[in-house]
């Protein structure tokens, strides 16, 4: 593993943290809710087993780059650790963590460049976007969540 900058985001979602699991062991929703993930093209049937992995798109049309994030550690539902790679621009170890919350739970998300010279690659204004990024994206998987809470409520936006 690359030296730890933590680039880490938090929130709190009116959801337990099984009903996060849920949408977390679910690929085919990582294109919508990770920012810069544009389309997931195939996936393990045994996601998010550690070892599994899926096969995405990252970037913005015309401009992507087809590559993998592997599943490192799973926890349920309190913890994944991914790494995800988009090379040749780099690779990131993800970690994904969902605590109970009263509200219902706290996501953490802790994205690391899983680089050997990742503090001459990754200067710290690179980590305060990755950081702004990473907020929009547990946004995003907030919605998810909660949504599945709310009877009768369509998922259109993974769909």
Do not use: C
């Amino acid at each position: 593993m690359g030296v730890r900058l933590m680039a880490r985001s938090q929130l709190v979602a009116a959801a337990p943290p099984e009903t996060v699991w849920e949408v977390l062991s679910e690929p085919q929703h990582y294109g919508y809710w990770v920012v810069g993930s544009s389309e997931i093209r195939a996936w393990d049937d045994d996601w998010p087993a550690p070892g599994s992995r899926f096969e995405h798109r990252v970037g913005f049309q015309p401009l992507t780059l087809a590559d993998h994030t592997e599943v490192l550690e799973s926890e349920p539902p309190s913890r994944l650790v991914l790494r995800a790679k988009s090379r040749p621009l780099g690779v990131a170890r993800v970690e994904m963590i969902t605590e109970p919350h009263p509200a219902g739970s706290l996501l953490t998300m802790i994205e690391d460049p899983d680089l050997p010279l990742a503090r001459i690659l990754t200067p710290p204004p690179v980590h305060a976007m990755i950081r702004l990024r990473n907020g929009e994206s547990l946004r995003r998987l907030r919605s998810l969540a909660e949504r599945r809470l709310a009877p009768g409520l369509e998922d259109r936006a993974a769909g």
